[in-house]
C-alpha cells in the first residue's frame, strides 16, 4: 500500500524547508533506512530516510523548491500501483498547509493522477485566503491575537504567502511608530537573530532561492544560502534599528591562564572536561549579569523585558555560517556543566543537524574571535538582545612597575535605546573583575 512523505517540522518556529537534493529518482527502489531527500531550514540541514520499502512512485517537487513543513513531498508504494486516488486525497490530510503551488507537480504517475494532485494541493494545503490576500493558519492566529493589520504585512512565503514572520514585522514596525499592541503580543512576539523571523528586513527583497552560480570569465555569482540570508538579513536589522555602542577594556588574565593549564594538566586523571579559557569566560558572564538586569534582557514592543534566567547564546563558527546556539539556565550550572554544554551544542551546530528550537531564545550573546588572533573587535548586537560580550585574544602588556602580565580585551557591544553608557559600563568593570578573579566565583 502506497504511503505519503511529509515535510517533517524541525522545530516549532520551522515554517517551511527547502529541498536541497533527492536522493531517490521517481521510479527507482527504496528501501527502509535509505536516504529519499535532503532539506534545510534557515540554519540546519537534515536528511530524509525512508521507514518502508517499495519503489519511489511519485515526487511532488523539485530540488530547491519551497515546502511548508507537514506538507506531502512524495509518495512511495509498489511498482506499477495506481496512485490517482491516493494523490486526490491528499487534500484530506489535517496538517498539510499551503504553497500554492498548482502546476508544477513531478511524477511519472498517469496524467490523471498528476492532475488531482495538482488539484489536492491547491485546495488542501491549508493556506486561508482573505479577499486577495493568502495566509498561512498560524500567521492567521497571530495576526487574531495581536491585532496585527495583515493588510500592512509583506509576504516572504513561497507564493505570495504571508507566514508567521511577517505579522511580527507588522507587530514591530506598530510598535516603533508608537502604535498599541495588545497583551498578547507582548507575550508572545520575542524575535531572535538565529531564526527566519529575524530576517524579514531583507527577505522581502530577496528572490526565489536559486541552486545553481552565475558565472562569467571574470567572477562568479554564488548564490546565499538559506543560512547567509538569514545571517545578512539578522546582521542589517540589526544596525538599522538599534542603537549601538560599544565600549572597550580589558582584564589580567594571569589567573584564568594559569587555571587553564591547570585543567588542560588535570583534567583527564580528575576525570574533568577540557575546560577552556571561553569556558570560564561563560561561567563569569553567567554569575555577574543577572546583577545587572538591563544587560539580560531583550528590547521589544517599547519595553524592556528581563530574564530571571541566563539563556546563553554563544556564538559558533561553522561552513554554513554562524550559528549561536543557546545554554539555557547558565546561572544554574557548574563550569564542568558550561563546559560540557556548550562543546556539545557547538558540535551539534558544526554537524548541521542542531535543532532549530535551540538557536533560538538568547538573553544576551558572548562571541569569542580571540582564537583567531584579533586583539579588538565591535560585536553586532543580536536583536532583540540588549548587550553581545566580545572576548579577544590575550596581549602583553606592561605595568607602571614594569611588571608584564597578559591582558585579554572585551568589548560591550549594547543597545543605547535600553541601557545608558554608565549602566553599560558598570556591567563590564564587574564582568572584567569577576574574570581576574575565577577562582573565587568558582568557590561560591
Given at each position: 500500500m502506497a504511503k505519503i512523505i511529509i515535510m517533517p517540522r524541525q522545530g516549532q518556529s520551522v515554517e517551511e524547508c527547502i529541498i536541497t537534493k533527492w536522493s531517490k529518482k521517481v521510479g527507482e527502489k527504496v528501501a527502509a533506512g535509505d536516504i529519499l531527500f535532503s532539506y534545510e531550514t534557515d540554519k540546519s540541514a537534515f536528511d530524509e530516510t525512508s521507514d518502508t520499502n517499495g519503489v519511489l512512485l511519485a515526487a511532488l517537487y523539485d530540488e530547491g523548491d519551497i515546502v511548508p513543513c507537514l506538507s506531502p513531498v512524495c509518495i512511495i508504494g509498489e511498482a506499477g500501483e495506481d496512485i490517482s486516488s491516493l494523490l486526490a486525497g491528499i487534500k484530506n490530510t489535517e496538517k498539510s498547509t499551503s504553497n500554492?503551488?498548482?502546476?508544477?507537480?513531478?511524477?511519472?504517475?498517469?496524467?490523471?493522477?498528476?492532475?488531482?494532485?495538482?488539484?489536492?494541493?491547491?485546495?488542501?494545503?491549508?493556506?486561508?485566503?482573505?479577499?486577495?490576500?493568502?495566509?498561512?493558519?498560524?500567521?492567521?492566529?497571530?495576526?487574531?491575537?495581536?491585532?496585527?493589520?495583515?493588510?500592512?504585512?509583506?509576504?516572504?512565503?513561497?507564493?505570495?504567502?504571508?507566514?508567521e514572520r511577517d505579522i511580527d514585522r507588522v507587530l514591530d514596525e506598530a510598535a516603533r511608530l508608537g502604535m498599541v499592541t495588545t497583551r498578547e503580543d507582548m507575550s508572545t512576539n520575542i524575535m531572535t537573530p538565529n531564526t527566519a523571523t529575524a530576517s524579514t528586513a531583507s527577505v522581502e527583497q530577496a528572490p526565489a532561492v536559486q541552486m545553481t552560480a552565475a558565472a562569467t570569465d571574470d567572477y562568479i555569482d554564488i548564490p546565499l544560502t538559506p543560512t547567509r540570508r538569514a545571517i545578512a538579513a539578522s546582521m542589517h536589522r540589526s544596525l538599522t534599528e538599534a542603537a549601538q555602542?560599544?565600549?572597550?577594556?580589558?582584564?589580567?588574565?594571569?589567573?584564568?591562564?594559569?587555571?587553564?593549564?591547570?585543567?588542560?594538566?588535570?583534567?583527564?586523571?580528575?576525570?574533568?572536561?577540557?575546560?577552556?579559557?571561553?569556558?570560564?569566560?561563560?561561567?563569569?558572564?553567567?554569575?555577574?549579569?543577572?546583577?545587572?538586569?538591563?544587560?539580560?534582557?531583550?528590547?521589544?514592543?517599547?519595553?524592556?523585558?528581563?530574564?530571571?534566567?541566563?539563556?546563553?547564546?554563544?556564538?559558533?563558527?561553522?561552513?554554513?555560517?554562524?550559528?549561536?546556539?543557546?545554554?539555557?539556565?547558565?546561572?544554574?550550572?557548574?563550569?564542568?556543566?558550561?563546559?560540557?554544554?556548550?562543546?556539545?551544542?557547538?558540535?551539534?551546530?558544526?554537524?548541521?543537524?542542531?535543532?532549530?528550537?535551540?538557536?533560538?531564545?538568547?538573553?544576551?550573546?558572548?562571541?569569542?574571535?580571540?582564537?583567531?588572533?584579533?586583539?579588538?573587535?565591535?560585536?553586532?548586537?543580536?536583536?532583540?538582545?540588549?548587550?553581545?560580550?566580545?572576548?579577544?585574544?590575550?596581549?602583553?602588556?606592561?605595568?607602571?612597575?614594569?611588571?608584564?602580565?597578559?591582558?585579554?580585551?572585551?568589548?560591550?557591544?549594547?543597545?543605547?535605546?535600553?541601557?545608558?553608557?554608565?549602566?553599560?559600563?558598570?556591567?563590564?568593570?564587574?564582568?572584567?573583575?569577576?574574570?581576574?578573579?575565577?577562582?573565587?566565583?568558582?568557590?561560591?
Open positions: 500554492d503551488k498548482t502546476t508544477d507537480t513531478k511524477t511519472d504517475a498517469p496524467v490523471s493522477a498528476a492532475a488531482a494532485a495538482n488539484e489536492a494541493t491547491a485546495q488542501s494545503t491549508g493556506t486561508i485566503n482573505e479577499g486577495n490576500i493568502k495566509i498561512s493558519p498560524r500567521a492567521r492566529l497571530k495576526a487574531e491575537r495581536t491585532g496585527a493589520d495583515i493588510t500592512s504585512a509583506i509576504p516572504t512565503g513561497y507564493g505570495g504567502r504571508i507566514i555602542l560599544t565600549l572597550h577594556s580589558s582584564f589580567d588574565a594571569t589567573e584564568m591562564l594559569s587555571l587553564r593549564a591547570e585543567f588542560k594538566e588535570k583534567s583527564a586523571t580528575l576525570g574533568l572536561p577540557d575546560i577552556t579559557l571561553n569556558d570560564m569566560v561563560l561561567f563569569a558572564v553567567s554569575r555577574v549579569i543577572l546583577s545587572h538586569p538591563d544587560c539580560n534582557a531583550h528590547f521589544i514592543n517599547n519595553a524592556i523585558r528581563r530574564f530571571n534566567t541566563v539563556n546563553l547564546a554563544v556564538a559558533v563558527d561553522t561552513e554554513r555560517g554562524l550559528l549561536v546556539p543557546v545554554i539555557r539556565g547558565a546561572e544554574k550550572m557548574s563550569l564542568s556543566e558550561i563546559s560540557v554544554a556548550v562543546h556539545s551544542l557547538a558540535a551539534e551546530a558544526r554537524s548541521g543537524r542542531i535543532s532549530p528550537d535551540a538557536l533560538r531564545g538568547g538573553s544576551v550573546t558572548v562571541t569569542n574571535l580571540g582564537s583567531l588572533g584579533v586583539e579588538s573587535f565591535t560585536p553586532v548586537l543580536n536583536p532583540p538582545q540588549t548587550v553581545i560580550i566580545g572576548i579577544c585574544a590575550p596581549v602583553t602588556r606592561v605595568r607602571e612597575n614594569g611588571d608584564v602580565y597578559p591582558a585579554v580585551g572585551v568589548s560591550l557591544t549594547f543597545d543605547h535605546r535600553a541601557l545608558d553608557g554608565a549602566s553599560a559600563a558598570r556591567f563590564l568593570r564587574d564582568l572584567c573583575t569577576a574574570m581576574e578573579n575565577i577562582s573565587l566565583y568558582l568557590a561560591k
